[in-house]
């Protein structure tokens, strides 16, 4: 059953770089309501969890060392269609196969430094969301 929820995160790279006000411009230009959002920053255990299903993928330690290197913004995102839609707003993850007016294409680096997270299905979504947020923060 599709919901209307899904969860981002700006990353590191994307705070560094000083892209934070453009990217959400992007996510509220697009259509999507923020419901909860917050500057904070992944541990090393938060990170392994997080992308635990790369666990044994050669480019695991880079990504959980570049996911903690600094602060990130974490945010759920409402809209009809969430996921699917957010996934086609941020585009591929490789910035070099990325769509023209994604926010991958404007802002990524790199395919491990790719600027934002976005949910892959609704059980994804209501996991990551739930980790950073009460529900008294979901507005
Ligand atoms: P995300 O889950 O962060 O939204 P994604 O779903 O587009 O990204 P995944 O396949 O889930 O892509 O990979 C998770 C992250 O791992 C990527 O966003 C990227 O930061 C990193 N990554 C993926 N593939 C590679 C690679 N070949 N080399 C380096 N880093 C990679
Ligand atoms: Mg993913």
Same mark, same amino acid.
């Given at each position: 059953?599709?919901?209307?929820?899904?969860?981002?995160?700006?990353?590191?790279?994307?705070?560094?770089?000083? %892209?934070?006000? *453009?990217?959400?411009?992007?996510? !509220?230009?697009? *259509? &999507?309501?923020? @419901? =909860?959002?917050?500057?904070?920053?992944?541990? +090393?255990?938060?990170?392994?969890? &997080?992308?635990? @299903?790369? =666990?044994?993928?050669?480019?695991?330690?880079?990504?959980?060392?570049?996911?903690?290197?600094?602060?990130?913004?974490?945010?759920?995102? #409402?809209?009809?269609?969430? +996921?699917?839609?957010?996934?086609?707003?941020? *585009?591929? !993850?490789?910035?070099?196969?990325?769509?023209?007016? !994604?926010?991958?294409?404007?802002?990524?680096? =790199?395919?491990?430094?790719?600027?934002? %997270?976005?949910?892959?299905?609704?059980?994804?979504?209501?996991?990551?969301?739930? &980790?950073?947020?009460?529900?008294? #923060?979901? &507005?």
């Amino acid at each position: 059953m599709a919901t209307n929820r899904t969860f981002t995160m700006i990353k590191p790279d994307g705070v560094e770089n000083g %892209h934070i006000g *453009g990217i959400l411009n992007m996510i !509220t230009e697009g *259509g &999507f309501r923020i @419901v =909860s959002m917050k500057l904070t920053q992944l541990t +090393v255990a938060d990170a392994q969890k &997080f992308y635990a @299903v790369h =666990s044994e993928r050669p480019f695991f330690g880079e990504l959980v060392e570049f996911m903690t290197r600094g602060p990130i913004v974490a945010a759920i995102l #409402e809209k009809d269609n969430a +996921v699917e839609d957010f996934r086609a707003l941020i *585009g591929a !993850t490789n910035p070099a196969d990325a769509a023209e007016g !994604t926010i991958r294409k404007k802002y990524a680096t =790199s395919i491990g430094e790719n600027a934002v %997270h976005g949910s892959d299905s609704d059980e994804n979504a209501a996991i990551e969301g739930a &980790f950073h947020f009460a529900g008294r #923060e979901q &507005f």
